[in-house]
T-cell receptor
Framework: AQSVAQPEDQVNVAEGNPLTVKCTYS??????LFWYVQYPNRGLQFLLK??????LVKGSYGFEAEFNKSQTSFHLKKPSALVSDSALYFC????????????FGAGTRLFVKA | SAVISQKPSRDICQRGTSLTIQCQVD?????MFWYRQQPGQSLTLIAT?????????ESGFVIDKFPISRPNLTFSTLTVSNMSPEDSSIYLC???????????FGEGSRLTVL
């Protein structure tokens, strides 16, 4: 069965510093991997995805993520954090082998301090 | 991308009653799903809404409690039946296409059962 782990409940970073939000996954075969962001009292917004190709994928709002097959990781990164990046971030995985359903990690709350 | 409209956005209901949540997508999509989310927590997949046929439910969710309809590609409803306080949650509609993979979400329906 597919699963996603986000080991950090919360990440704190100062504005202007780089940020990393960690994600590891377990799925049979090669997965589709996603990051979503949720602002207070809002639905989820798609940030970026890895389907195939270059291991470094770029997404919305300056975010990027690196797919590492050997470590089964897909960490979210941004070179310079903004206070407005403070939100709840979800890593998600979809199995390529037939099902379309997407499974979400527990979420990591990012606090960016001015 | 797709814009998803959900209604009601919130409701307060009495124990034992039922509530139907509507989800409308502004473009044709392949997949539609219903998730449940406790505020600030992860998403739990309830079911896949299948066009013109019975929904596919995840473990722990049954049709009698959460009947789902999807009469066409762009519209779906989720009913929460015979509600109890434990059903208080945010219900999220999501949709996407099989070839791109990412999901788009409605703003959610926040349900409080007294």
């Amino acid at each position: 069965a597919q699963s996603v782990a986000q080991p950090e409940d919360q990440v704190n970073v100062a504005e202007g510093n780089p940020l990393t939000v960690k994600c590891t996954y377990s799925v049979s075969g090669n997965p589709y991997l996603f990051w979503y962001v949720q602002y207070p009292n809002r639905g989820l917004q798609f940030l970026l995805k890895y389907i195939t190709g270059d291991n470094l994928v770029k997404g919305s709002y300056g975010f990027e993520a690196e797919f590492n097959k050997s470590q089964t990781s897909f960490h979210l990164k941004k070179p310079s954090a903004l206070v407005s990046d403070s939100a709840l971030y979800f890593c998600a995985v979809r199995d390529r082998t037939g099902g379309f359903k997407t499974i979400f990690g527990a979420g990591t709350r990012l606090f960016v301090k001015a | 991308s797709a814009v998803i409209s959900q209604k009601p956005s919130r409701d307060i209901c009495q124990r034992g009653t039922s509530l139907t949540i509507q989800c409308q997508v502004d473009s044709q999509v392949t997949m539609m799903f219903w998730y449940r989310q406790q505020p600030g927590q992860s998403l739990t997949l309830i079911a896949t809404a299948n066009q013109g046929s019975e929904a596919t439910y995840e473990s722990g969710f049954v049709i009698d409690k959460f009947p789902i309809s999807r009469p066409n590609l762009t519209f779906s409803t989720l009913t929460v039946s015979n509600m109890s306080p434990e059903d208080s949650s945010i219900y999220l509609c999501s949709a996407g296409t099989a070839n791109t993979g990412e999901l788009f979400f409605g703003e959610g329906s926040r349900l409080t059962v007294l």
